[in-house]
């Protein structure tokens, strides 16, 4: 069984709708959770950073940690064409270990 | 600050060619990582390396792999001899530590072996 896993997409919406990205993971012991947003041609820039359980919030972005479930999510609200991205979660196991990444496109 | 800079930003080589990709970290960083990124496989960590150290290698594929970090502001990634299944987006990342949060990428050496 991978470590995290996450579906590919691709996802597409039209603006302004509340987008929720989704990945599981392996191990109840993991702690640390990530998720970056990759460009088209560009490297992967870190978004989102939580610890342990709950919920972390940064303006439009909402980070949510479910470890019963071993579920996190990424919630976009009001998403803008600028949202249009590559959104990989990453869990810290001794090393950063990404999911596959979803392919995002918000259509005006 | 420049960020993490990585040469060359394409390359299109023949199979069986040594390919060299080069990687200046962000001054004052003391990891440096390289990761592959493939549509099959997603993005994974080839190996990385503490003040010039190399620290964890399991991820790199094979011997044809092999990285060196000469000095704390130089890297490279070498394959010899290339295939086409190493057909790419190589990426070259620095942290000040080893945890998640502080890590920059940059922004891709992309490999085509034909």
């Known amino acids: 069984q991978k470590e995290v896993e996450q579906d590919p997409g691709p996802l597409s919406v039209p603006e302004g709708a509340i987008v929720s990205l989704n990945c599981t993971y392996s191990?109840?012991?993991?702690?640390?959770f990530m998720w970056y947003r990759q460009y088209s041609r560009k490297g992967p820039e870190l978004l989102m950073y939580?610890?342990?359980?709950g919920n972390k919030e940064d303006g439009r972005f909402t980070a949510q940690v479910d470890k019963s479930s071993k579920y996190i999510s990424l919630f976009i609200r009001d998403s803008q064409p600028s949202d249009s991205a590559t959104y990989l979660c990453?869990?810290?196991?001794?090393?950063?270990?990404f999911g596959q990444g979803t392919r995002l496109t918000i259509n005006p | 600050d420049a960020g993490v800079i990585q040469s060359p930003r394409h390359e299109v080589t023949e199979m069986g060619q040594e390919v060299t990709l080069r990687c200046k970290p962000i001054?004052?960083?003391?990891?440096l990582f390289w990761y592959r990124q493939t549509m099959m496989r997603g993005l994974e960590l080839l190996i990385y390396f503490n003040n010039n150290v190399p620290i964890d290698d399991s991820g790199m594929p094979e011997d044809r792999f092999s990285a060196k970090m000469p000095n704390a502001s130089f890297s490279t990634l070498k394959i010899q001899p290339s295939e086409p299944r190493d057909s790419a987006v190589y990426f070259c990342?620095?942290?000040?530590?080893?945890?998640?949060?502080?890590?920059?990428f940059g922004e891709g050496s992309w490999l085509t072996v034909v």
């Open positions: 001054s004052g960083h003391d990891y």
């Open positions: 939580t610890y342990s359980s």
């Open positions: 990342a620095s942290s000040v530590d080893v945890s998640g949060n502080t890590i920059y």
């Open positions: 990453a869990i810290w196991d001794q090393k950063l270990v």
């Open positions: 191990n109840s012991a993991f702690q640390y």
